[in-house]
């Protein structure tokens, strides 16, 4: 299995993703394909498949954040049960995270990651893909260390038609598994930066980030 950056529209590959992504995920989740020109050529955007006997048969979205230490997983795909796909997407991301981190001169500190709550959401088949499945993924995430951040979170529509998401948590993998919290000051600077892309935010989101800043730090629990 090859893991290759997409960093051009114009890839083959990326057309290949990008039905992949209509498949797994709802569409309110899936940015138009036009609108992928800009993120593939931003340097600081890390989009990768895991390709199998030149099919991609699954993707990841990331970034890291230098000035922050802390990376952020857009998406993990899993197109297709029995390859290993998970497994090889997770260890080649953060050994190419670790990788940044170094040149960076630090040592990663964690990882950011949205995931559905399948106890509130359950109604997305996510392309009928058993490993995709919000329960099996909260399981891997747990498994990974991922611990999910203790506050309501709701986020902007890749519509950007000011709609609010929910039903999601927003998590975080501590490098260090001691680390039981998070300064309110890393999660709303985050957030803020990461949604900036989005200019139609819906009102709730203001409100979530408002209550935040009211706070000093978040609790990390496990799932």
Known sequence: MEFSRI??????LFSQMHQLMQDVFPPEEVLEFDLWKEPLEDPGIRVFVAVHEGKVVGATEYRYYEDFNV????FTIIGQAGLGVGPFLAKKRLEDLHALATANGKKLSG???E????YRVDHYEFGGV??????VRR??????????LNFSY????????GEAITGLDLCFLPMDGDIYELPTDLIVK???????VLPNKPESWFTMIENLEAKEKVELLYF
């Open 115 to 118: 995931i559905y709550d399948p």
């Open 71 to 74: 990376a952020m997983t857009d």
């Open 130 to 135: 058993k490993p995709m499945d919000p329960y």
């Open 190 to 196: 985050f957030l803020k930066r990461y949604y900036t």
């Open 111 to 113: 990882m950011f990651a």
């Open 7 to 12: 960093v051009n529209i114009k890839d083959p």
């Open 154 to 161: 709701v986020h902007p529509s890749w519509n950007n038609d």
């Open 139 to 148: 399981e891997v995430l747990a498994h990974l260390g991922y611990k999910r």
